[in-house]
């Protein structure tokens, strides 16, 4: 999802990731916002990259929330950090989720 507006330099602030393979950006902040917005609510996923062409560096934990921050969402910033959090809990052995579907919390049990 690309804008193609004219818009100040200060739209393409540097580099996105440290890791990134492209010089400069051409995606602009808003942009790059719908972007990772958009990858996030329809996949439900943290394995977000640069959508810069020929990029395709996986932004980490950090530089997702930075984005997400950048545009005031909180409630998007809070859904994704719940997300996060929830997939690393589910990666521990010793943690279980509620048997009941109308509950979404789970615990850590000796022994898994």
Not at 15 to 41: A, G, M, P, Y
Not at 44 to 55: G, H, Q
Not at 91 to 102: K, R, T
């Amino acid at each position: 999802m690309v804008c193609y507006e004219d818009k100040d330099l200060n739209e393409f602030d540097g580099l996105i990731t440290r890791n990134c393979q492209h010089l400069n950006r051409s995606l602009c902040n808003s942009c790059l916002f719908q972007h990772v917005q958009k990858v996030f609510e329809i996949t439900f996923t943290d394995d977000i990259y640069c959508p810069e062409l020929d990029c395709n560096v996986k932004f980490d934990y950090d530089t997702v929330r930075k984005i997400l921050l950048s545009n005031g969402n909180n409630k998007l910033v809070e859904s994704y950090d719940r997300y996060v959090c929830y997939r690393q809990l589910e990666q521990m052995d010793e943690f279980i989720w509620c048997s009941n579907v109308l509950c979404n919390v789970g615990q850590l049990n000796e022994g898994g």
